[in-house]
Structure formats: structure tokens, C-alpha cells
């Protein structure tokens, strides 16, 4: 999918081209002729004598479809010009057909071709201060929508962009799961590091490091989750594990946060889901059977493509954060904190600088039951 599959596209004008407003101006102004048109062709038909009645009656059709169309192109180009998914040559691409629609009906009525006059409008060449004068109008409105977007989803374009592809990620992921909103009640009880195994069974502690007591968690939706490699656990000096989120849990977490539609009702309807993906790869019934209770992975695409949009906030404590940790780095004075000094030896020598070995922990995913 390329990186940009979902930014918005944003009218830009292009040079030479009119504005929308003129386009929009001359797509109506061409409806309206085109549409007089037709009714001095049925006025005619109405007064026609016998004769001529049949042949009028065909121009007057003629210039009728004409008519329905160059509105319908005038009705496109006001469309176009509200939506800002559309390209800028939208409404004046709805401007030109409607025209030539007009230009058809009048023809096809017998008057005059006034509606020829319009395309003078259409093909004139701005001036350059005409020009510079609407790239600062377009300026100005993508300063002005991008502070509304801003404002309502604390996030800049960029990370915008990243929010849809990750929704259009867990539309595409979720499902495959065979998740239901229990085991997303699991994996968030994890996140807030407070989930632990003890005693053969799964808690949700109050507090971090009080391993005795909580609120119970599903035993088997826990078990599942771990099996899947979607939980990580960590043994304490009592025994107890802990247990969070594993890198391919944490992003699965996010994808069921961003689709929850795509949860199941049901522990059976997951199920039931489940055995409908895995009953083509096994031939017995126990295999098939089998297969349906283990969780599937999460698709490896999904972990690759998902990237966590960041707030406006958050990158500004990022960026000050990185400020004070590099002015401090630089010998700079760090906000809050006095200017360290080194005691200075009697001697008159420099002061020596020990560094010491950081202990390595390697932990062992164990089995919980």
C-alpha cells in the first residue's frame, strides 16, 4: 500500500487555470442557457402548425437531453468544488462539459450560440498578480483547515495519514483474530501492568507489585493469549507471573481499539469463526477441532505496516525532553537542576571516572499452568 494512500488531497491552483468560483459561475450561467434553450423549443412545438409538429418535437428533445445534461454538470461542479478529496481540475473540467452541453442545445434548438462566449472565460490566462493573489487565498485556507484538524484531533497531517492506514489495517486484521471483546478486556488488564498468574490463575491486581489479590480474569481467554505469543510473562522471586503485552500484542491490542466491529459477539462465535479458517487444512474432525481453539498470530503485514500516530503533545514533551537531555549532554546548564561539578582532587590531578557493568537479566518465557 503506498505511504500515502490516504492523505488528503487538497485543491491547489494550478497557473492559468480560473478559480472555482469562476467555474461555478460559468456552469450555471451555461445550464441556464441551455435550459432556455429547451423551453423556446417546446414554446415552438406548442405553436407549431401539423406539418412541422414531429420534427420540432425531435428538436425539442434534442435540446432537452442538452439541457439535463449541462445541469447535471453545473450540479457536479458545485459538488466537486465543496469535497477537498477532488482534484482542483474537477470543477473546471464540469464547467467546460456543461458549455459544450449548452452550445449543443442551442444548436439543436435553432438560437443562438451564446453559451460559445463562455469558454472565453474558462480559457483566460491569469495575470501574474492575479496568480499570486490566489496561491496566497489557497495558502490561507490550508493554514486555516489544517488548524481546525489540528485542533479537533491533536495530531498534524502526517500522523493523520498514519491513523487511517492503521483503521484501514484492523478493517483488514481484526476479524482474523477470532477475538472477542473479552480478549481485549485481557490484553488492556496487561497493558496496565497490573496482570498476573499465580496459583494457577489470572488476576488483575489493584496495584503494581500487590501479586495477592485483584479482580479474576478470564483463565482461558489468558491461557490462549499466552499460547499465542501475544502475552509475555516474567516470574518474580514468589513464583508469580507477570504478564504483558508481547510487541505483536501491543499492536494487535491497537488494531481491535481501532475495530471493534470486528470483534465477536461470542467465545462460540469466535470460535466458530476460527474453525471456518482452519477446517480446509486439516482433514480430521479432532484436527480441524484442535486448530479452531488455538488463536491464529497476527498477520505478519499488519506488524510491519502499523506505526503509532503521535499527538501534538506528546511531540512536545518528546522534543523537550530531547532538548534538555542534549543541552545537559553539551555541559549546559539543565532547568531545575544545579550544575554538576566534579570534586576537584588535592592533588591537583583530574578526577578518575569508574564505569561500572550494568547486570544483564535474561528472562525465560515459562509455561503458566
Known sequence: M?????????????????????????????????????????????????????????????????????????DRAEQYADDSTMPSSAPLYCARAAVDHAVRAQSAAGVETTAAD????????????????????????????????????????????????????????????????????VLEAAESGRLYWRDGKARQAARRGEWTSGRRVSRDRTEALFAARFLVAVRQDDSTRVLTPSPMGQVALELARLHPAGLHDSDRASYEARFARVRRRHKRRDDQKAAA???????????????????????????ECDAADRWEDEGGFCPGTGTRQAAADPAGKPPIRLTLPLHQYTVVQPTLW
Open 118 to 185: 463562455l469558454r472565453a472565460e474558462l480559457d483566460r490566462k491569469l495575470t501574474a498578480a492575479e496568480y499570486a493573489e490566489r496561491e496566497t487565498e489557497c495558502h490561507q485556507e490550508e493554514a486555516e483547515q489544517e488548524a481546525e484538524e489540528r485542533a479537533v484531533t491533536g495530531m498534524d497531517r502526517e500522523n493523520r495519514d498514519r491513523a487511517a492506514r492503521n483503521r484501514y489495517l484492523a478493517e483488514g486484521h481484526v476479524a482474523e483474530l477470532g477475538w472477542t471483546a473479552g480478549h481485549v478486556r
Open 293 to 319: 481453539r488455538v488463536l491464529p498470530p497476527l498477520d505478519s503485514s499488519a506488524r510491519n505496516l502499523y506505526r503509532k500516530p503521535v499527538t501534538l503533545t506528546e511531540q512536545r514533551a518528546r522534543a
Open 2 to 74: 503506498p505511504e500515502n494512500a490516504f492523505a488528503v488531497q487538497h485543491p491547489v491552483a494550478l497557473a492559468g487555470d480560473p478559480s472555482p468560483q469562476t467555474c461555478l459561475q460559468v456552469a450555471r450561467q451555461a445550464a441556464i442557457l441551455a435550459v432556455t434553450a429547451a423551453d423556446d423549443a417546446m414554446t415552438a412545438v406548442c405553436h407549431a402548425r401539423s406539418g412541422a409538429a414531429a420534427r420540432l418535437e425531435a428538436v425539442m428533445y434534442a435540446a432537452h437531453k442538452e439541457a439535463v445534461e449541462a445541469e447535471q454538470h453545473a
